[in-house]
């Protein structure tokens, strides 16, 4: 295995594809992950912590939808998980490129 923290850090920074083309925060750093985890020291464990952080984020969005129409406090919390989505991937893209082991907040482990 070989240590790549530019490729960690562009798989952290590749979940904000979606701001460019309005899809694919799960996808593009899925296919990172799934062709270079066992080539990368630490990939497998950052990818991982990726992927569950994206599944998270979409989950929590998917509850947010029906509380806007019952509620209205799910445009909040909307608005909260945009700026969660858009600022710990540049956090733990800043982390990963210091040599650390970033963790995403609110993030459950679907994929262990």
Request: aromatic fraction near 10%; hydrophobic fraction near 55%.
């Amino acid at each position: 295995m070989r240590t790549n923290r530019q490729l960690i850090v562009l798989t952290h920074l590749s979940q904000l594809i979606t701001l460019v083309i309005g899809f694919g925060s799960l996808i593009l750093p899925l296919i990172l992950w799934l062709t270079n985890r066992d080539k990368v020291y630490q990939m497998d464990e950052n990818g991982k912590n990726i992927l569950n952080f994206q599944i998270s984020i979409f989950i929590y969005m998917l509850l947010c939808i029906p509380m806007i129409l019952f509620f209205g406090l799910g445009l909040i919390g909307l608005i909260i998980l945009g700026i969660i989505a858009f600022v710990f991937p540049i956090v733990n893209a800043i982390k990963a490129g210091n040599g650390e082991n970033p963790k995403y907040p609110l993030s459950l482990s679907f994929i262990s």
